[in-house]
């Protein structure tokens, strides 16, 4: 949950932006997963790498806590695919959008 509380407007303005939260995160990690693979591909130590590049502008939740544990070969999701699923298909029905 987070720290704040936002009004973001009238009925299915907070799905919406829920959405909105969803499509960053899952950009994001999926950035992550790409880089850890070139530096594998490129011959560069991950974990070096990692450590490099998440105190900069690519640091990030995902970088910081998920990518050492994919490191590591644990790849056990943090989420139910039901959950993700709902997530994704509530807003495409909100007020026809």
């Given at each position: 949950?987070?720290?704040?509380?936002r009004?973001?407007?009238?009925?299915?303005?907070?799905?919406?932006?829920?959405?909105?939260?969803?499509?960053?995160?899952?950009?994001?990690?999926?950035?992550?997963?790409?880089?850890?693979?070139?530096?594998?591909?490129?011959?560069?130590?991950?974990?070096?790498?990692?450590?490099?590049?998440?105190?900069?502008?690519?640091?990030?939740?995902?970088?910081?806590?998920?990518?050492?544990?994919?490191?590591?070969g644990?790849?056990?999701?943090?989420?139910?695919?039901?959950?993700?699923?709902?997530?994704?298909?509530?807003?495409?029905?909100?007020?026809?959008?």
């Amino acid at each position: 949950m987070g720290k704040e509380w936002r009004l973001q407007g009238t009925w299915g303005a907070g799905q919406h932006t829920k959405m909105a939260n969803q499509i960053a995160i899952a950009s994001n990690m999926m950035g992550v997963c790409e880089a850890l693979a070139y530096a594998r591909t490129a011959g560069l130590d991950p974990q070096s790498v990692l450590t490099s590049i998440s105190g900069g502008a690519a640091g990030s939740f995902s970088m910081s806590n998920l990518a050492p544990r994919m490191l590591k070969g644990d790849f056990k999701p943090g989420f139910t695919s039901s959950t993700s699923s709902r997530t994704w298909a509530s807003p495409s029905t909100a007020r026809g959008r």
